[in-house]
Nanobody, 120 residues
Framework: QLQASGGGDVQAGGSLRLSCAASGRTFSSYGTGWFRQAPGKERDFVAAISWSGDSTRYADSVTGRFTISRDNAKNTVYLQMNSLKPEDTAVYYC???????????????WGQGTLVTVSS
């Protein structure tokens, strides 16, 4: 089970840190991704990290502003979001899979989502 948290309301230019905590299985064996879904739009890839934390991938729209990291001792993956923009407003979901990548269809386990609202 994955539990995403840390969403909230923030002004443009601000920062938030999302957390994705896992329970019920060994999270450290799984790659983890963050995805987001804005109102009326499809769910899109945001960032992913390998099980070891050695490899990461980012969507072009967040590169340089967002950082994904993980603490396997705490069974938690983080998404640090800086310089937030109104277009970052969405429900953010974390997901896990063996290996890691950007394709939504390859992720097997999903959290419930946490809402991020960025006002201008």
């Amino acid at each position: 089970q994955l539990q995403a948290s840390g969403g909230g309301d923030v002004q443009a230019g601000g920062s938030l840190r999302l957390s994705c905590a896992a329970s019920g299985r060994t999270f450290s064996s799984y790659g983890t991704g963050w995805f987001r879904q804005a109102p009326g739009k499809e769910r899109d890839f945001v960032a992913a990290i390998s099980w070891s934390g050695d490899s990461t991938r980012y969507a072009d729209s967040v590169t340089g502003r967002f950082t994904i990291s993980r603490d396997n001792a705490k069974n938690t993956v983080y998404l640090q979001m800086n310089s937030l923009k109104p277009e970052d407003t969405a429900v953010y979901y974390c997901a896990a899979r063996l290996s890691y990548g950007t394709a939504i269809r390859n992720y097997d386990y999903w959290g419930q989502g946490t809402l991020v609202t960025v006002s201008s």
